[in-house]
Nanobody, 111 residues
Framework: QVQLVESGGGLVQPGESLRLSCVAS????????MSWYRQRPGKERELVAG????NYTDSVKGRFTMSRDDAKKTVYLQMINLEPEDTAVYYC????????WGQGTQVTVSS
């Protein structure tokens, strides 16, 4: 059983930055198979950064960067120049849609 724990969310103003972290409990997994998703209010969950940062959704390209530290079983999502449209619950994922999910961390971008 893989447990994922996200942290780093919060309330920020437009143009500010945040860094999210996600730690996996199982040391046997590879962070290369971890991704970030988000669910904006009233919308379906969507992929933000997939496969350890190999691909990004268009709306975050150039602003979000996913990185990983396999030794710590941790992935990060550095978000800069945040916009109100980035307001969402952000989830860490391992193994795809039928894999494992964290509990989510709320990011609110508002002036």
């Amino acid at each position: 059983q893989v447990q994922l724990v996200e942290s780093g969310g919060g309330l920020v103003q437009p143009g500010e930055s945040l860094r999210l972290s996600c730690v996996a409990s199982e040391f046997a997994i590879s962070t290369a198979f971890m991704s970030w998703y988000r669910q904006r209010p009233g919308k379906e969950r969507e992929l933000v950064a997939g496969r350890a940062g190999a691909n990004y959704t268009d709306s975050v390209k150039g602003r979000f960067t996913m990185s990983r530290d396999d030794a710590k079983k941790t992935v990060y999502l550095q978000m800069i120049n945040l916009e109100p449209e980035d307001t969402a619950v952000y989830y860490c994922n391992y193994g795809g849609l039928r894999g494992y999910w964290g509990q989510g961390t709320q990011v609110t971008v508002s002036s």
